[in-house]
């Protein structure tokens, strides 16, 4: 049998855009013959789905997961070319598939990290779409995964709205045990969630708000007022960032479902009803056609 040198797996990667693991094999089978294992890899639909990677995906499904504890969560974005086929049994099955991988890993930190599992021991997560690709005849894409496990007391959440196109993954803390147990903790998560899909903040807090994104919307600001005082301008700028900020940051948007109180002042009230702190640790909101 012919050597199948890091070389010849190289070559046919770049070929194929096929993992490496999947071109060694090939080439083993082949004999180290590098046509002959583009062939193979092309009988199994994995080259194939190369020569769709260039098709837009802007369709596809928003879907999510939880353990039945609510201590495990996962939201993953599966992108298509067409609202007919992310409609299908078929594509809504190999979502649920890949929801269920990212739930039994150890730990998903990134969508590299989660793309690279291999949960049959040799094919990766990247891998198994570009097959899934050749079968179904259209490009597809993971634009984003969140997994969520929650760490002491408190429970995960998630909300999918408009039938998968944006969905929202939310980890709600607490101290108690008995808190995480009451279903109202549950029920407020959910609308917590709902709260994120329809207002799409960018970070839970002004802490969190990159600074450069801080800086484009002064720049915009005062390009807005300039030719005043510099003294007037600098307080319009600053009305103008805290307006943005109360529009951007979680905690202080207005509550949709009671805009005379924000997220903050919600949890605050709800803490009091629970006789318990509670906090949201962190959340992921995703939407069809974004990339991550």
């Known amino acids: 049998m012919a050597e199948v040198t890091l070389e010849l797996i190289k070559q046919l990667r770049e070929k194929t855009n096929v993992g490496m693991m999947n071109c060694k094999g090939a080439l083993k089978e082949a004999d180290g013959d590098l046509e002959a294992a583009e062939i193979i890899l092309r009988k199994k639909g994995m080259a194939a789905a190369d020569k769709k990677a260039s098709r837009e995906t802007s369709e596809g499904l928003v879907a999510t997961t939880i353990s039945d504890d609510a201590k495990t969560g996962v939201m993953i974005d599966l992108g298509c070319e067409t609202d007919f086929l992310s409609k299908g049994e078929g594509f809504r099955a190999f979502v649920a598939e890949l929801l269920q991988y990212a739930m039994q890993a150890d730990a998903v930190d990134s969508l590299e990290s989660y793309l690279a599992l291999t949960p049959n021991g040799a094919d990766s997560i990247e891998d198994i779409v ?156 995703f939407a069809v056609g974004e990339v991550s």
């Open 130 to 285: 570009k097959v899934k690709v050749g079968s179904m005849g259209e490009n597809m894409g993971i634009g984003n995964v969140a997994r969520y496990t929650v760490a002491g007391a408190g429970c995960v959440s998630s909300y999918i709205h408009m039938d998968g196109k944006i969905g929202v993954l939310l980890e709600l803390g607490c101290e108690s045990a008995d808190t995480e147990k009451n279903e109202a903790l549950a029920a407020l998560g959910k609308d917590i969630c709902l709260h994120i899909a329809a207002s799409n903040p960018i970070c839970l807090g002004r802490d969190e708000v990159p600074a450069d994104l801080v800086e484009k919307e002064k720049d915009v600001y005062r390009d807005q007022v300039k030719g005043k005082p510099e003294n007037i301008i600098d307080k319009i700028v600053e009305g103008k960032l805290d307006k943005f900020y109360k529009g951007s940051c979680l905690l202080e948007q207005s509550f949709i479902k009671d805009p005379d109180q924000t997220i903050k002042a919600l949890l605050e009230a709800s803490s009091t009803d629970f006789g318990d702190t509670l906090q949201i640790r962190r959340f992921a909101r």
